[in-house]
């Protein structure tokens, strides 16, 4: 069974940084594509990076590209989003989510996703 | 940046009843395009890729088609369990965008 479990939300000013995890379990995690996609309070859905299986093509949101940072470990089945410079605009719940093969921008499996709350 | 605009913003139904949406593109997307369902509370979950193909256990009720700029989601029998909001994504040139959502109400 496909599982992914974010980690590390919370609550930071703005300006600050933060680092999301993801667990990923039930699958061959190097070989597929692996999207972050987030959702701000009662909005809808934005993407914000993908990284494919090999770890070696990396894609982001025009308005994340040089604050936000994708990356994955296959050793250990984990995805990663660090956050820097943060703004209010930011605060949402942000999804990790498995892409359906090593290229792909389309998910077929979500997290439940990691609250974060930029706010002084 | 490919803009996706769905109509329509909502629609309301019954059970039984069939159910079309509608996403379209601001430039050509060809096929690459899907259709998410999301329930309050909960995270998405993917019906349709590649604008008509289902993904794994999604029933056959659900179906998509189009290309290039104009797509549309057909729920043929609309089950309790369908009403929620549905968005659209496309994945042109990985500069990914959802369109704003369709909320399928009671």
């Known amino acids: 069974e496909v599982q992914l479990l974010e980690s590390g939300g919370g609550l930071v000013q703005p300006g600050g940084s933060l680092r999301l995890s993801c667990a990923a379990s039930?699958?061959?995690?190097?070989?597929?594509?692996m999207s972050w996609v987030r959702q701000a309070p009662g909005k809808g859905l934005e993407w914000v990076s993908t990284?494919?299986?090999?770890?070696?093509?990396?894609y982001y949101a025009d308005s994340m590209k040089g604050r936000f940072t994708i990356s994955r470990d296959s050793s250990m089945n984990m995805l990663y989003l660090q956050m820097n410079s943060l703004r209010a605009e930011d605060t949402a719940v942000y999804y990790c989510?498995?892409?359906?093969?090593?290229?792909?921008?389309?998910?077929?499996?979500w997290g439940q996703g990691a609250l974060v709350t930029v706010s002084s | 940046e490919i803009v996706l605009t769905q109509s329509p913003a909502t629609l309301s139904l019954s059970p039984g009843e069939r159910a079309t949406l509608s996403c379209r593109a601001s430039?050509?997307?060809?096929?690459?395009l899907a259709w998410y369902q999301q329930k309050p509370g909960q995270a998405p979950r993917l019906l349709i890729y590649?604008?008509?193909y289902r993904a794994t256990g999604i029933p056959a009720r659900f179906s998509g088609s189009g290309s290039g700029t104009d797509f549309t989601l057909t729920i043929s029998s609309l089950e309790p369990e369908d009403f929620a909001v549905y968005y659209c994504?496309?994945?042109?040139?990985?500069?990914?965008?959802f369109g704003q959502g369709t909320r399928l109400e009671i």
């Open positions: 989510a498995k892409g359906r093969h090593g290229t792909s921008g389309f998910c077929d499996y």
């Open positions: 039930g699958f061959t995690f190097s070989s597929y594509a």
């Open positions: 990284i494919s299986g090999s770890g070696t093509d990396t």
């Open positions: 430039q050509s997307v060809s096929t690459y």
């Open positions: 590649d604008a008509s």
């Open positions: 994504q496309q994945r042109s040139n990985w500069a990914i965008t």
